[in-house]
């Protein structure tokens, strides 16, 4: 127990310093408020940039480097067997990770901010306790006007894939990077095990992925996803869909998984790592919160408002913890609504469309209404689809596998959804984002002169096959 303690107080205190909380500290911050940021890092960052979206961005970028080098044989450039220094490359992946959270650290200082390296736990609605890891026995206690909570979440294990043994990896863990198995069972075939699979195929490993669904990345329409499963098909040593993980065994020489098929046939097969990406919680059970009224759905997501406002009016949550979709860009977004609504400005979190990114190879980029989504809830849509085996610019690129679509009102016109699977579908979706949320109709997109050759084009000539004149596809519009 600590032996001592501080007392301050703060306009507005964050507890957690990922990219949701530190983008509402330094916003509350920019509006003249006394900010407190209470994090258990030594700097701002969060999963984000600590174990998760920058890390495995800079383990991606290294991935298609190597795919590239391996591709290039079929334009007539080759080169010899790549020779990877493993300590070098996590050392250049952490160096990234250092610039980063060293760049917040000084932004946070330039503003004011008080930063507090510990665990933080409500006493009440106006006021915390932080336990100091600073090995002082110090703790803090701080009171608010406003707290914003922005904890995140960490990686689910359920009960059945329980195994404590250090070949058992999460995405934590899988980013250490600490040596290349010879071969690696990816569980879950979500976008945290595509892309983390995918880093292993390309450093080496034999990756086997399984999914106890119908296909990969559940709630991607699945002509998008076909596009990236012929491909990761090609990289992977196998692609098992609905099969489910009944049990992990520790051998001397590996882990051994039994494996449950739909006929419900059960097999084991030995791997040297096993990696569990099956989804993330949200981590609201370490706050306190019992003693105020902030409320938990049954998922154990934070319960708020349009204003991120929980029912306890003086506490805010936003990011992670606030509910789906956990993204950064999300969290960001939410923070600006929450610290609107602090500074008593009208605000509100609806955005038409929260962009996805899935930074595999080949890319797979979507936001607003898909397809699926609309044929599930019965709403008449027109698809336009412009394949990039018409696109100049992608077959120089040597990647012509993609395609632009438009899911499009058929009565006025407005672009609902983007879906996009190529070569930098994560840049490009962000003129998907602007068309859906300025309402954008397909005759604007098409009226809009695009760069020639660049893939960004395909988006107008999307929009010019929804009325059958379009200049590289030769497909009349249906009366």
């Known amino acids: 127990m600590p032996m001592s303690q501080t007392t301050h107080t703060a306009d507005v205190v964050v507890i957690g310093g990922g990219p949701a909380g530190y983008t509402a500290a330094f916003l509350a911050a920019d509006r003249g408020m006394s900010v407190t940021l209470i994090d258990e890092a030594p700097r701002p960052g969060g999963v984000c940039l600590y174990r998760g979206c920058m890390p495995s961005k800079a383990l991606l970028h290294a991935a298609k480097v190597l795919n590239d080098a391996r591709d290039a044989s079929a334009f007539g450039v080759s ?41 933080a736990i409500f006493t009440s609605s106006q006021t915390l306790a932080v336990d100091l890891n600073d090995d002082s026995d110090l703790s803090a206690v701080i009171g608010f006007r406003h707290a914003i909570v922005a904890t995140g979440s960490r990686p689910s294990k359920p009960a059945a894939l329980s195994l404590d043994d250090a070949r ?22 979500g976008y945290i095990g595509l892309e983390l699979g995918t880093v292993y195929a390309a450093l080496g490993t034999a990756v086997t992925l399984i999914e106890l669904t119908k296909g990969l990345l559940p709630g991607a329409d699945a ?8 491909r990761v098909g090609r990289i992977a040593e196998a692609i098992h869909l609905e099969t489910q993980v009944a049990g992990l065994t520790a051998a001397t020489d590996g882990i051994d998984v039994s494996l ?13 790592k096993v990696l569990i990406a099956v989804g993330r919680q949200p981590n609201s059970d370490l706050l306190g919160l019992e003693d105020t009224v902030v409320c938990r759905d049954g998922d154990g997501f934070i319960v708020v408002d349009t204003q991120c406002r929980t029912a306890e009016s003086s506490i805010f949550a936003i990011g992670d913890v606030s509910g789906e979709p956990m993204l950064a860009h999300k969290g960001f977004a939410e923070a600006r609504v929450a610290v609107e609504a602090i500074a008593g400005h009208p605000s509100a979190f609806e955005p038409r469309a929260i962009p996805a990114v899935v930074f595999t190879d080949p890319e797979v980029a979507w936001c607003g209404l898909t397809e699926d989504e609309a044929t599930a809830i019965g709403r008449q849509v027109v698809v336009a689809k412009f394949p990039w085996g018409a696109s100049g610019r992608a077959l120089t690129l040597n990647r012509p596998e993609g395609f632009t679509k438009l899911i499009v009102d058929p009565e006025t016109k407005q672009i ?6 190529g070569v ?56």
């Open 79 to 119: 080169f010899g067997p790549p020779s990877i220094d493993v300590d070098r490359l996590r050392g250049w992946k952490d160096d990234v990770v250092s610039k980063l959270t060293g760049g917040l650290a000084q932004l946070s200082k330039q503003r004011g901010i008080t930063y507090i390296q510990g665990r």
């Open 168 to 189: 058992v990896l999460d995405s934590t863990s899988a980013l250490e990077l600490e040596e290349i198995p010879s071969s690696l069972l990816v569980v879950g075939g």
């Open 223 to 230: 002509d998008l996803v076909r596009v990236l499963e012929r």
């Open 260 to 272: 449950k098929d739909v006929d419900g046939s059960v097999r084991t097969e030995r791997f040297k």
């Open 416 to 421: 609902l959804g983007v879906g996009i699977v």
């Open 424 to 479: 930098g579908a994560g840049e490009l979706i962000a003129e998907g984002v602007v068309a859906v949320e300025m309402g954008m109709t397909v005759l604007d997109m098409k009226m809009s002169i695009h760069p020639h050759p660049t893939v960004s084009e395909t988006f107008g000539e999307a929009a010019e096959l929804f009325f059958g004149e379009c200049t590289h596809v030769y497909k009349p519009k249906k009366t």
